[in-house]
């Protein structure tokens, strides 16, 4: 008897908190071809032989069409899940948002058209509307209204994935706030960290309390996928379902069960009346401003106070033969987040730090994208000034080179520097760095010099970089990708060197003598 091939299933976002636990649940009955901005291993992504895996940017087209181009060459595809997304909690327009929920959606609809799909599933969110009214809820025929930046962007990806219903067929699914025993749920760490704490605001609780969404346990989004999965073809073009619970929980009731888990009883909350709450978020906010380090809560949060995004999600779990399990519901799972806190508290803070750092603006991208626009303006000064009287005198071994090898040098070394930055992997720029090494060693150069070049090359892209407007509040940013990754490639010439240097002492052999200035 002859085995059914698997289905074919493309997962963008392969590497973020819904893509991994989604790649890890369908590993075993789907061909998943997973994009991602991150590798398998950083991102602790499942592996597996029915895992392939591409590290690209949905934002870069070029490399983008070469993954899809293996994929429709391959055979195409059944289903594409669209997961990737930018979402922050700074209220800021981030040009992330344009680039990867606009541009990068576009790029995925355009070369979906030649994998066959019989469904695109895109990822929205239940904030991509406006809050109901009280008493109201939010339901699948709710418009896509929200006027905060994340909001606007799924209600231009919403009308985008309709465009390309001549194509294929789409369900747009909208997300209640998604959790998972150890939070990975921004606002809901935020709220924990302080509740149960002892720093002073540890009891207040903006307006009466009642501010309140839905929370879905991220297992349960699993199931959700896989039954839409197993009856997509019964569903129509252009459906909307909602992975959500009915209802909502408010921040009084997460309070009342947290501190009561954390300390044995209820804690009673201090209650700040919003009239207070407004000026004392644009407080705080400035005051962080001033010292570098701006809280999360920010002042656009206040438009939230005391709002209910209520939802009543029967027909999707009609539609799915659905329904989020009971066991998995939030104020049930707060023991489990609670004990993960106080008896793992490394693995805790680690695990919410990264799921955090994934919510803001990813700086590597944006200082990526700046090094590719300023690259030949970096080459040309890296040039000019090792040839300069100032660079003949401090790195007397580079006077052999011509214009053109330097720029060839420096081509490569940004060219790795630059991949360090975009996947935020420092390996091949430190496996580069050490052949490099290698190869100036063999040419009797100092590796004060190999270094003091490296040193210069981040000076430089500062320069470079700092005429930029863009990079305006990101230096601290920069010093983390730019000269920490050219500084670890530093350390690894110089441990080179001295390998290099042992080796040829016990050979009884002397390293080469540098070559002579032209």
Request: one cysteine or more; hydrophobic letters at 40%; glycine letters at 6%.
């Amino acid at each position: 008897m002859s085995v059914l091939p698997l289905p074919r299933l493309v997962v963008t976002g392969a590497s973020g908190f819904v893509g991994r636990h989604l790649l890890d649940a369908l590993k075993h009955d789907y061909l998943v071809f997973g994009l991602a901005r991150r590798s398998q291993s950083e991102s602790g992504a499942p592996v597996h032989p029915n895992i392939t895996w591409w590290q690209v940017d949905i934002g870069d087209r070029l490399p983008l069409e070469q993954a899809f181009a293996r994929i429709r060459d391959g055979g195409g595809a059944d289903v594409l899940i669209h997961l990737a997304a930018h979402y922050d909690f700074t209220g800021e327009n981030h040009t992330e948002y344009e680039r990867t929920n606009v541009t990068g959606l576009r790029n995925v609809l355009d070369l979906s058209r030649g994998l066959g799909l019989r469904r695109f599933v895109f990822s929205s969110s239940l904030a991509a509307c406006e809050l109901p009214p009280p008493g109201a809820v939010l339901d699948e025929t709710s418009p896509p209204d929200g006027h905060h930046v994340y909001a606007r962007s799924k209600r231009i990806g919403e009308e985008m994935v309709r465009e390309y219903e001549k194509y294929f067929p789409s369900t747009i699914v909208r997300f209640a706030a998604l959790f998972s025993d150890w939070c990975e749920y921004a606002p809901l760490y935020m709220f924990l960290e302080t509740w149960l704490s002892w720093a002073w605001n540890r009891n207040v609780i903006a307006g009466r309390g009642t501010a309140a969404i839905p929370y879905l346990h991220v297992e349960d989004l699993v199931m959700f996928f896989e039954r839409l999965l197993d009856c997509e073809r019964e569903l129509a073009p252009g459906e909307i379902l909602l992975a959500s619970p009915d209802g909502s929980v408010s921040h009084l009731e997460l309070h009342e069960e947290a501190t009561l888990l954390h300390f044995g009883r209820r804690k009673k909350p201090i209650l700040l009346p919003k009239a207070l709450c407004v000026p004392g978020l644009h407080g705080r906010d400035l005051l962080g401003r001033l010292l570098g380090q701006r809280p999360f809560e920010r002042p656009w949060m206040a438009d939230y106070i005391d709002k209910a995004m209520n939802v009543d999600a029967r027909r999707t779990r009609a539609r799915l033969d659905w329904a989020p399990r009971p066991r998995l519901e939030i104020l049930r799972r707060l023991p489990f987040l609670v004990e993960h806190r106080k008896t793992e508290p490394l693995e805790w803070d680690r695990v919410n730090h990264a799921a955090m750092k994934e919510a803001r603006l990813r700086a590597n991208l944006l200082i990526h994208s700046l090094l590719k626009r300023h690259k030949l303006e970096i080459e040309h000064e890296f040039t000019a000034y090792l040839t300069s009287d100032e660079g003949r005198r401090r790195f007397p071994s580079y006077q052999g080179l011509t214009v053109e090898e330097h720029q060839w040098n420096h081509q490569l070394i940004l060219g790795h520097l630059m991949n360090a930055v975009r996947t935020r992997e420092r390996g091949l720029l430190m496996h580069y760095c050490a052949d490099l090494a290698r190869r100036r060693f063999a040419q009797g150069y100092d590796p004060a010099e190999v270094c003091g070049a490296l040193e210069q090359l981040n000076r430089i892209c500062f320069k470079v970089l700092r005429r930029d407007r863009e990079t305006d509040g990101l230096q601290h940013e920069m010093r983390d990708h730019i000269t920490m990754t050219l500084r670890f490639g530093c350390d690894q010439a110089q441990h080179t060197f001295e390998h290099l240097a042992v080796a040829a002492r016990r050979q009884g052999g002397r390293p080469p003598t540098p070559p002579v200035a032209q």
